[in-house]
Structure formats: C-alpha cells, structure tokens
C-alpha cells in the first residue's frame, strides 16, 4: 500500500524543497540530500508506485516512457555520457529502500568502486 506521506510524495507536492533537475509530467529529477558520489541525483515518477515493479504493473504506457525520457533528459543535464555512471535502485527490505516511492539514483562524477556483495 503506497503511503502519501512518504518524504518524495511531499516534495512532489512540494510540502518539502529539493534541489531540481529537472521535471516533466511523469517525472521530477533533484539531487540527493545526502550524496554517495560526487554527482548523484535521483529519478522519480511522479506517479504513486512504492517500487519498479509497481511501476510496471501500474504505470500506463505513456507515464512509463515519460519516466525513461526524464531519465535520460536528466543524464543530458548531468553530463555522465563520457564517463559512464552507476544506475541503484533499492527495493524493499533486503535491498534496504528507506523512501518507499519508486526512484532511481543515478551516481558519478567520480570513480564509484567495484559492487559490493556480502
Ligand atoms: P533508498 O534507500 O533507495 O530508499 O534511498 C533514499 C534516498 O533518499 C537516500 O539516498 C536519501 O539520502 C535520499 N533522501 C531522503 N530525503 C531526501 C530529501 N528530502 N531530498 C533529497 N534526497 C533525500
């Protein structure tokens, strides 16, 4: 069940600020308040989907391709083409996801080491 209260469903209501990217009407792009990299910015529909395969299952067509292009409109802006980047998306509780709206970081700018598996 998607909470309305989770912390990106209020700055998508703009209740709470964010440092924006970029937007559209299936997406909203800002960057994260507490950054893993030098760049890293995170990607959400703006859409009530707790995780991706909500997303796909929920989503309509157009919200999903309008998502992807907010993607990749914020990755022009960024400017991690050349030099490559790190896509996470955390899920549930084994993937340790803290907000529960779908989002997806996007991490560069700097070298972001090897994965780390335990
Ligand atoms: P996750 O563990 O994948 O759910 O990650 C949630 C991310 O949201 C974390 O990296 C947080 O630093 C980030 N975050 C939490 N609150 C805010 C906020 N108000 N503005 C920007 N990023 C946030």
Request: glycine share 8%; proline share 4%.
């Amino acid at each position: 069940m998607y909470d309305t209260n989770n912390i990106f469903a209020k700055i998508l209501r703009e209740e709470i600020p964010c440092q924006k990217i970029a937007e559209g009407k299936h997406f909203l792009s800002f960057y994260d308040i507490s950054p893993k990299a030098k760049i890293h910015a995170l990607v959400i529909p703006t859409g009530p989907y707790i995780n991706v395969h909500d997303f796909v299952t929920r989503a309509s067509v157009d919200a999903q391709i309008g998502f992807w292009q907010g993607f990749r409109e914020t990755l022009a802006i960024l400017q991690l083409d050349e030099q490559g980047y790190r896509l996470v998306m955390n899920i549930g509780v084994h993937g340790r996801q803290e907000v529960l709206h779908m989002h997806v970081h996007i991490l560069g700018g700097n070298d972001t080491g090897p994965m780390v598996l335990k």
